[in-house]
C-alpha cells in the first residue's frame, strides 16, 4: 500500500500550522507595545504600565505572600518604576468575601506591604510609596466562587502622578 500521498498530506498540514504559529508569535510581538485597540501605547505613560507591565499581582488563599507570577510581575514594575522615577503609586490590598471585615482588611494591608516591601528592597523609595486596605469592599469579580475569589486576592499598583 502505498503511503506517500498520505505522507505529503500530513506534511502539508504540519507546514500550514508551523506557518500559523510563526505569524501569531510575530503579530504578538508586533503588537507588545500597543493596547486592545491597537494603537501604540506612549514609553512610560500608565497605560504603558498597565499592557506591559502589569497592575495587578494576585494571592493565593489567606496568604500575603507572593507567587511566582507574582514575583514576575513586581520584577517589570520594578524595572519600570526604576525608569520612569516621577511616579509615585498606592499599593491596594484586597481580598475575597470570605471572612469578616476586619480581618479582610488586615489581609488586604499585609498584601499591600508585602508588594511595597518588595519594591522597597529593590531600589524604590520609600516616599514614592503609599499602601492602603480595602479588604472585600472592592471586589472585581462577584460570585460564590473560586473564579471570584481567585481575582478578588490582590494588589492592585495605581500610578498617582509625574511620568515623562
Known sequence: MD???EFKMIYKLFKMILIGVL???LSACSSANKNLSG???KPGSP????VNVGTT???LTDSAQLTEQGLGIMRGQVKWLNQYPAYTVTLEGHADERGT???NLALGGRRAETVKNYLLSNGISPARLRTISYGKE???AICDDI???SQNRRVETRLNSGGS
Open 57 to 59: 499581582v494576585h494571592f
Open 47 to 50: 497605560q504603558d504600565f498597565a
Open 147 to 149: 473564579s471570584c475569589w
Open 39 to 41: 494603537t501604540p501605547t
Open 101 to 103: 471585615r476586619e480581618y
Open 138 to 140: 472592592r471586589p472585581v
Open 3 to 5: 503511503r506517500v500521498p
Open 23 to 25: 505569524l501569531a508569535g
